[in-house]
């Protein structure tokens, strides 16, 4: 198993911006970050393995996932916040198969941290 921690969460305002940061045991074959906002499912926000990326629609242009060369710490740049980018996020990975944004299909996860944007 890896062990995931993330940082980075707080409150800001919309239009602000946050850098989300989570550490990772070991190095891993593809991560993402994930979000679940209260009384709503958990969603995919931004995978990315071997430098390709992929987001969900609502963040594309606003939100940059990226890794170091060591492939254990994941970072993601969100830029442009708005009220429904508020949610728990979740740093996530998984050893092999698809790198996709369906979160269940990821083994092992964070403790989360919350965005919260007013």
């Known amino acids: 198993d890896v062990q995931l921690v993330e940082s980075g969460g707080g409150s800001v305002r919309t239009g602000g911006s946050l850098r989300l940061s989570c550490v990772a045991s070991?190095?891993?074959?593809?991560m993402g970050w994930f979000r679940q906002a209260p009384v709503k499912g958990r969603e995919g926000v931004a995978v990315?393995?071997?430098?390709?990326?992929s987001y969900t629609d609502s963040v594309k242009g606003r939100f940059t996932i990226s890794q170091d060369n060591a492939k254990s710490n994941l970072y993601l740049q969100m830029n442009s916040l708005k009220p429904e980018d508020t949610a728990t996020y979740y740093c996530?990975?998984?050893?092999?198969?698809?790198?996709?944004?369906?979160?269940?299909?990821?083994?092992?996860w964070g403790q989360g941290t919350q965005v919260t944007v007013s």
């Open positions: 070991r190095s891993t074959y593809c």
């Open positions: 996530a990975a998984r050893r092999r198969g698809s790198c996709l944004l369906d979160w269940t299909l990821y083994e092992n």
């Open positions: 990315i393995t071997d430098g390709t990326t």
